[in-house]
């Protein structure tokens, strides 16, 4: 398997394929985003070239977040821009995402996929080896993990403590769903991330938090060439 097939018994989901062609996996988080508000912080990261956004918000009223996603879906519709809503399935649905992601205690893969049909991309926030193989059982259902926190991170306030470039290591090693490797990401540690085999990777106030968002990611996007000889795949 080269490392943008998907896993034996995945759906054809249409936005899978530039999902999966991408390096930065870009997440919305207005208290960090320096007054800009997410929808301004979005805009922003399109035109720097992030091609995957997810709409991560805990504090705001269901009516703030659909108009927010609503906005978010325009600005990612006509880009090729695959948009990704946190947790809240009812709201990817209302928007028509392309796409939710879940953690461990919310609901189950297998509801979600009952929910959101075929097409819509699933990702589930994994933590430890035995999250992961639970996962790869689900292969047909869901898309893609998450892998992390990788390092300390404080963006989340309910995360979970860091796991460390080891368990980066045993998914490269073991688990054959795609991943994004995600938590305490910054531009000076970025490159051990990319050298270990992480091919997408997140950062949130790195580049929402950054005075200069396309600066920051062309920045960011250098230390990935670098990172031990290793290029990432094509984004444009």
């Not at 979005?42 to 709409?55: L, P």
């Not at 504090?59 to 996603?69: T, V």
């Not at 589930?124 to 790869?136: C, G, I, V």
């Amino acid at each position: 398997m080269n490392e943008f097939e998907q896993p034996l018994g995945v759906y054809a989901r249409p936005n899978l394929a530039n999902f999966l062609s991408t390096d930065i996996y870009g997440i919305t988080a207005d208290e960090c985003s320096i007054g800009r508000g997410n929808v301004e912080a979005v805009r922003q990261m399109i035109a720097a070239g992030i091609k995957v956004i997810q709409y991560r918000e805990k504090d705001k009223s269901a009516r703030q977040m659909y108009e927010e996603c609503l906005a978010i879906r325009e600005l990612t519709g006509g880009d090729g821009v695959t948009f990704i809503v946190n947790d809240h399935v009812d709201l990817a649905l209302a928007v028509e995402a392309d796409g939710v992601h879940v953690g461990q205690d919310d609901l189950p893969p297998e509801k979600v996929r009952q929910m959101v049909g075929d097409e819509m991309i699933i990702g589930l926030s994994t933590h430890s080896p035995s999250q992961a193989q639970a996962a790869m059982s689900i292969a047909g259902i869901i898309d893609y993990i998450g892998v992390g926190p990788i390092f300390a991170t404080n963006t989340k306030k309910d995360v979970c403590e860091p796991v460390g470039l080891e368990y980066l290591d045993y998914v490269v090693s073991n688990i054959s769903l795609p991943f994004v490797a995600i938590g305490g990401i910054k531009e000076h540690n970025i490159g051990l991330v990319r050298a270990r085999g992480a091919k997408i990777i997140s950062l949130v106030t790195e580049i929402v938090g950054a005075p200069d968002i396309a600066a920051k990611v062309g920045a960011i996007r250098a230390a990935l060439d670098g990172a031990s000889g290793v290029t990432p795949p094509p984004f444009r």
